[in-house]
């Protein structure tokens, strides 16, 4: 497939992405289409695949695309066929973890747990449990620890995330509160989209911000 054929073979479940999106998916490594004698891209159906793994990881999971690119990488070693299937990452339901569970399941020493706990970046169930939100949460914290970033250092993405909640918290309250029987549907799609927006125009500012540092 061209890359105009892959566009619209994504855009009935995707329709904010782009042909650009799509090379700069190709740019970071998460595919590798085949290449015609002249230049031109060809994708396959497993391209396809992969590129709608990463897009529903970022709508839904609102994973980093590093973390995303090393489970991938995972599955294309057969180390992990479970969550990393490539039509979609797998939907397992809700889910409690233990503190043990969620510590085994992430790779979390106990003592950097305790710090995202007094730092207000994990915070466990009223009956002490952990569920996936917390799961993907310690996995990026963990990622993000490579670069030698400590829990510490991470309270200014924690009070950010707060502010943006109140500011969505006040468009969508209100259509929660509509009583006719659709009214929560579309107060999904509202919320789900706005989310969606205030992740790209934060990962945006970030990129705009640190032009200094590149010089770009």
Same mark, same amino acid.
């Given at each position: 497939? /061209?890359?105009?054929?892959?566009?619209?073979?994504?855009?009935?479940?995707?329709?904010?992405?782009?042909?650009?999106?799509?090379?700069?998916?190709? /740019?970071?490594? =998460?595919?590798?289409?085949?290449?015609?004698?002249?230049?031109?891209?060809?994708?396959?159906?497993?391209?396809?695949?992969?590129?709608?793994?990463?897009?529903?990881? !970022?709508?839904?999971?609102?994973? %980093?695309?590093?973390?995303?690119? !090393? !489970? =991938?990488?995972?599955?294309?070693?057969?180390?992990? %066929?479970?969550?990393?299937?490539?039509?979609?990452?797998?939907? +397992?339901?809700?889910? +409690?973890?233990?503190?043990?569970?969620?510590?085994?399941?992430?790779?979390?020493?106990?003592?950097? @747990?305790?710090?995202?706990?007094?730092?207000?970046?994990?915070?466990?169930?009223?009956?002490?449990?952990?569920?996936?939100?917390?799961?993907?949460?310690?996995?990026?914290?963990?990622?993000?620890?490579?670069?030698?970033?400590?829990?510490?250092? =991470?309270?200014?993405?924690?009070?950010?995330?707060?502010?943006?909640?109140?500011? @969505?918290?006040?468009?969508?309250?209100? #259509?929660?509160?509509?009583?006719?029987?659709?009214?929560?549907?579309?107060?999904?799609?509202?919320?789900?989209?706005?989310?969606? #927006?205030?992740?790209?125009?934060?990962? @945006? #500012?970030?990129?705009?911000? @640190?032009?200094?540092?590149?010089?770009?």
């Amino acid at each position: 497939m /061209s890359i105009g054929a892959v566009l619209d073979r994504l855009r009935a479940e995707f329709p904010d992405v782009t042909i650009s999106k799509i090379r700069f998916l190709e /740019s970071e490594g =998460l595919v590798l289409p085949g290449r015609t004698p002249s230049g031109y891209r060809q994708f396959t159906e497993r391209d396809v695949e992969r590129l709608r793994f990463v897009l529903r990881a !970022q709508r839904d999971q609102y994973l %980093p695309l590093k973390v995303i690119k !090393q !489970q =991938l990488d995972a599955a294309d070693r057969g180390e992990s %066929p479970g969550p990393l299937g490539l039509s979609e990452p797998e939907d +397992r339901g809700p889910r +409690r973890l233990t503190r043990e569970g969620l510590l085994g399941e992430t790779g979390l020493t106990e003592a950097t @747990l305790t710090e995202l706990e007094e730092f207000g970046l994990v915070k466990p169930g009223p009956a002490g449990f952990y569920d996936l939100v917390d799961v993907e949460l310690c996995v990026v914290v963990k990622a993000m620890a490579e670069f030698g970033l400590e829990p510490r250092h =991470l309270r200014a993405f924690r009070t950010a995330a707060d502010r943006e909640v109140g500011l @969505l918290e006040q468009i969508v309250t209100p #259509l929660y509160r509509q009583r006719d029987e659709n009214a929560r549907a579309r107060a999904d799609r509202v919320l789900a989209e706005l989310t969606s #927006l205030s992740v790209a125009l934060h990962t @945006l #500012l970030v990129k705009m911000g @640190l032009r200094r540092v590149t010089g770009g």
